[in-house]
């Protein structure tokens, strides 16, 4: 899974086999290696964040830190985006 940064033990990442069709940008998030049905945050156009699920249970104080994190690095994120999937749609 192309894993996008760190932020202390918490990976951010795109999940690589993304059903045809692609689902509009997002990233998911967990501690540790990548994993099935983890937590899944959109990016929005104006590159703000929007929490999908919280499935990997990660505290709602550590959450939001990364949040702000993802938020402040969206346009990298968009980017790697569009490298790795040659395409971009967004949720909102």
């Not at 959450?63 to 909102?92: G, H, P, T």
């Amino acid at each position: 899974m192309p894993r996008v940064f760190k932020v202390g033990s918490y990976w951010v990442y795109f999940w690589a086999n993304e059903s045809g069709p692609l689902e509009p940008i997002h990233v998911h998030i967990c501690m540790g290696a990548p994993q099935a049905g983890a937590t899944k945050v959109w990016i929005t156009q104006a590159g703000k964040c929007y929490l999908c699920n919280n499935n990997s249970r990660i505290p709602s104080t550590t959450l939001n830190n990364i949040m702000k994190v993802i938020e402040a690095r969206s346009q990298e994120i968009i980017d790697k985006w569009v490298a790795f999937f040659c395409q971009v749609r967004f949720y909102c």
